[in-house]
């Protein structure tokens, strides 16, 4: 997938209704206020593991992010760095999120709201747009699973309240 092809793919999320119920349509996994979109993954490693063939994978991923990030930066700004770790312990513990980052409408049952309880799974940090012009937010984030699953480029789409911290501390 190419840049272009990228950055229509999160067009197009900034516009796609969110179903009422999660489901999955080929590299997108919707549900009430997100949209997650696959825009590029590496091979798996669970045949192919050495350090040089997940280095190539890195750099290929790295390089696809960088791409997008530019050509979204050109349009709508600087992204901000959102620390996704406060979320990943909150999910671990399975406790009701503190609210140390605003996000203010977990519930008990649920304290991580999707998609940021996916993609705490999957990467400590995303980058993330604020599209008032759209009621939504984009973010892109590269994670992975587990070390033998393929290194994603994953877009986000939400509505859901947001922090406003950044990596390292709060916004200034």
């Known amino acids: 997938m190419t840049t272009q092809d990228a950055e229509a793919v999160v067009d197009d999320l900034l516009t796609l209704p969110f179903p009422p119920v999660e489901q999955v349509s080929g590299d997108r996994r919707s549900g009430p206020r997100f949209h997650v979109h696959v825009l590029r993954a590496s091979q798996d490693f669970w045949d192919d593991a050495d350090e040089e063939t997940v280095e190539a994978a890195e750099e290929e991923i790295d390089a696809a992010l ?3 990030v530019e050509t979204l930066t050109a349009r709508w700004g600087a992204p901000e760095p959102i620390d996704l770790t406060p979320y990943l312990h909150s999910a671990l513990d399975e406790q009701p999120l503190v609210d140390p980052l605003g996000l203010r409408e977990a519930r008990e049952q ?3 709201p999707e998609p940021i309880g996916r993609l705490c799974m999957l990467s400590s940090t995303m980058l993330l747009w604020r599209r008032p012009d ?3 937010w984009v973010s892109l984030t590269v994670g992975q699973q587990d070390r033998e699953f393929p290194i994603e480029l994953l877009a ?6 947001i922090p406003s911290h950044e990596v390292g501390g709060p916004s200034s």
């Open 156 to 161: 986000a789409v939400g509505d859901a309240p």
């Open 110 to 112: 649920d304290p991580v």
């Open 66 to 68: 960088r791409g997008l």
């Open 134 to 136: 759209a009621g939504r």
